[in-house]
């Protein structure tokens, strides 16, 4: 046998080819049709805080939310950014609560007020903490 003859490369048949084309494209369509549910964790950051207050604590600093969102949109939004922090304006938050120096939210007052103010309906829920306590001081 001789070892220097080399071996003439076969091409696959352009059917082949259009099929394994649309087969990806069909992929395609399915994936980013989906709807998906993500959970993921944000710093929180506050601003705007109110008149004559100078610091603000919050009792948790890092929140736990789910967004539903369907396909290619999902990594496309703010949500997605990779710094991973939520900006909350105290005064907004607290406005309609009494003036005290200490303030409890549970989670569904918490992701009323995202939705409204940084995310949109996108946001399902806020999976932890159950209860954010904002210390004013």
């Known amino acids: 046998m001789n070892s220097d003859k080399k071996l003439p490369i076969k091409l696959p048949p352009l059917a082949f080819l259009i099929c394994l084309l649309l087969s990806i494209m069909a992929w395609l369509v399915v994936t980013f049709s989906r709807d998906y549910q993500v959970t993921q964790e944000y710093k929180l950051v506050a601003y705007n805080l109110p008149e004559g207050k100078k610091a603000v604590t919050f009792s948790d600093t890092v929140i736990s939310l789910t967004f539903n969102q369907k396909g290619v949109n999902y990594l496309?939004?703010?949500?997605?950014?990779?710094?991973?922090?939520?900006y909350v304006s105290i005064t907004d938050l607290i406005k309609s609560k009494k003036k005290v120096s200490v303030y409890t939210f549970t989670s569904k007052e918490m992701r009323d007020f995202l939705s409204q103010y940084n995310?949109?309906?996108?946001?399902?829920?806020?999976?932890?903490?159950?209860?954010?306590?904002i210390y004013v001081k």
């Open 76 to 86: 496309m939004k703010p949500y997605s950014n990779k710094e991973k922090l939520v």
């Open 119 to 133: 995310f949109g309906s996108e946001l399902v829920a806020v999976e932890a903490p159950e209860v954010l306590t």
